[in-house]
């Protein structure tokens, strides 16, 4: 069986690092961009709708989530979410390029603390603060191990 933990991540042609679901499409299908520095270019695929044309929140913490971990992967390449909180504060458009500017709040051996402010214009939309772990090496294999060691489901399940 291949070693799940010894993947290695590789950029798109874009250059865009790309999670194992959007590698086949060479696209980030959350519409998350990297742009300068802490900066990202987000936009709310109309597929995502919540209400009319505006974003399902399940998107906008989905958009947090890689960006939060798209900024820590510069120094640390291998990152996991361990919590995430997520204000709303005001609709979010779908099909319009937003902006989101992360930050490292703190990082501390394997924990860190970041936050991130998703804008249009002068006006905040969402705010996100999240505890991210650096992987332990064996993480996807310890998961791998417990997975195999439940009873199959049955039709009765
Ligand atoms: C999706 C991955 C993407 C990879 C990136 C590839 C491409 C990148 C390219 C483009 C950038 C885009 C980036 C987007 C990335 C998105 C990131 C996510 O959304 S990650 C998914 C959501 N998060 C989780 O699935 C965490 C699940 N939780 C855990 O694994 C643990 O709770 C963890 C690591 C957060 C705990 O960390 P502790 O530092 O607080 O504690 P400790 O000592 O490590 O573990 C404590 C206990 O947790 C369990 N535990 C921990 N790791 C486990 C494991 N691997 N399997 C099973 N149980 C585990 C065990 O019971 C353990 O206790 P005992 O050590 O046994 O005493």
């Known amino acids: 069986?291949?070693?799940?933990?010894?993947?290695?991540?590789?950029?798109?042609?874009?250059?865009?690092?790309?999670?194992?679901?959007?590698?086949?499409?060479?696209?980030?299908?959350?519409?998350?961009?990297?742009?300068?520095?802490m900066w990202f270019?987000?936009?709310?695929?109309?597929?995502?709708?919540?209400?009319?044309?505006?974003a399902h929140g399940g998107w906008i913490a989905a958009a947090f989530d890689d960006v939060l971990n798209t900024a820590a992967l510069r120094t640390?390449?291998?990152?996991?979410?361990?919590?995430?909180?997520?204000?709303?504060?005001?609709?979010?458009?779908?099909d319009r390029k937003l902006a989101v500017l992360a930050r490292i709040e703190r990082h501390e051996g394997r924990e860190w603390t970041v936050s991130a402010r998703m804008t249009l214009g002068a006006d905040t939309l969402a705010t996100a603060h999240a505890e991210l772990r650096t992987r332990r090496p064996d993480h996807y294999s310890r998961h791998e191990h417990w997975l195999a060691g439940l009873p199959l489901p049955t039709n009765e399940n």
């Open 76 to 94: 640390e390449p291998r990152m996991v979410t361990k919590s995430l909180s997520v204000e709303y504060l005001r609709p979010v458009p779908v």
């Open 41 to 54: 270019d987000v936009t709310c695929p109309r597929h995502w709708q919540g209400g009319p044309g505006v």
């Open 1 to 37: 069986m291949p070693d799940s933990d010894s993947f290695t991540i590789e950029p798109s042609s874009s250059g865009r690092m790309l999670c194992g679901g959007c590698v086949p499409d060479g696209v980030c299908r959350l519409g998350v961009e990297p742009r300068d520095g």
